[in-house]
């Protein structure tokens, strides 16, 4: 499957196999030791991770459930008449599918897909970048695409990436890629990251967002086990990164947008970026359907 795709996450291995994600996560260990693979945070990866990069057939059908209810969560975060920048990725081509219902929307991106899924909303205005085509993700890059981004504001760049880390903060494996997602971010007012438990600890070769620029991470919640993706959220909120939790499960709904989900901020201990002690570290989302759970998840970041 790594050979296939370049990545697989341990949960898509579990369920492939119909075991345990102990045993699954063991089996990975002994082939990495053959030098067959790479691990990585939640998942594998083929030898050489830092500079190699998937493409758009593989990483389509990675954590497709996880990318679902992030996308289903972010979307909850545009509200009717503004102006947006989405990044390209898997990701935010599922965060777009949900954008097509809200209305006065302007949607600035550099890629096919996005624009794609946008293309018979009527009450959604997509601008395009200029630049030159990658065909591995089908998206704009070059100095035709950071050039007519120039001047630009709007309220939020929605981003994706291939790792994501509280050191580095947001990175890719692509330089031309990492280039315009930086004009990207140079254009927006916040900058909202997406990103799956299995990027959480993953660094790749170029940065494209610091963590302190960084307002919030939508993100699917992590297995119980996976004590990494844990540390590392805890790592970002203590940094000031606003944490929006969603739940794979149950957010396979047909409808592409979803009611907007009641949520609350719940203060995770210690201050954020230059607040005192008494700031928040972070904003967990809680939706009406899970909120035990998420307590429960806050209560064990508070311990750790």
Known sequence: MVRANGAVSLRELARVVQTSEVTVRRDVRALEAEGLLDRRHGGAVLPGGFTRESGFPQKSH??????TAIAD???NFVEEGEAIVVGAGTTTQELARRLARVPGLTVVTNSLLVAQALAHAN??????TGGTLRGSNYALVGSGAEQSLQGLRVSRAFLSGSGLTAERGLSTSNMLSASVDRALVQAAAEVVVLADHTKLGSDTMFQTVPTDVITRLVTDEPPPHDDRAGTELQALADQGVQIAVAGASGSSGADPVPPRQARRDVALPGPRRGQGASGLRAAAVLDSSGGERER????DLRRR
């Open 62 to 67: 990675l954590a497709t459930a996880e990318k």
């Open 73 to 75: 969560l972010a979307a």
């Open 123 to 128: 009450r959604v205005e997509v601008v395009m």
């Open 296 to 299: 429960a998840r806050v209560a």
